[in-house]
């Protein structure tokens, strides 16, 4: 069975950093997945804010550019994000996914940017 799940999220200052990192188990081909985290905040739709290929190829929306990074560790199963400058508007659930023939979603962690 198939699963993600993620970690590091929390209440941090604005200005401020978090790392967040989404492990999968039970996935045999890790490594050929397309990989993306989301976010969700209250009373809006969930969003892309970050997408890295099999091959390693990223992409952000302007939202989140130059502030947040995506990376992944096809050893460790990993995916991770590096989120920087945090803003209050940042608030949200952030989802880890898995895109291929099937896809996968973990069940979200909390980030709260607020001082």
């Known amino acids: 069975q198939v699963q993600l799940v993620e970690s590091g999220g929390g209440l941090v200052q604005p200005g401020g950093s978090l790392r967040l990192s989404c492990a999968a188990s039970?996935?045999?081909?890790?490594?050929?997945?397309?990989m993306g985290w989301y976010r969700q905040a209250p009373g809006k739709q969930r969003e892309l804010v970050a997408h890295?290929?099999?091959?390693?190829?990223?992409t952000y929306p302007d939202s989140v550019k130059g502030r947040f990074t995506i990376s992944r560790d096809n050893a460790k199963k990993t995916v991770n994000l590096q989120m920087n400058s945090l803003k209050p508007e940042d608030t949200a659930v952030y989802y880890c996914r898995a895109v291929g023939a099937v896809d996968y979603w973990g069940q979200g962690t909390q980030v709260t940017v607020s001082s």
């Open positions: 039970g996935m045999n081909f890790f490594g050929a997945y397309n």
């Open positions: 890295i290929t099999s091959t390693g190829t990223t």
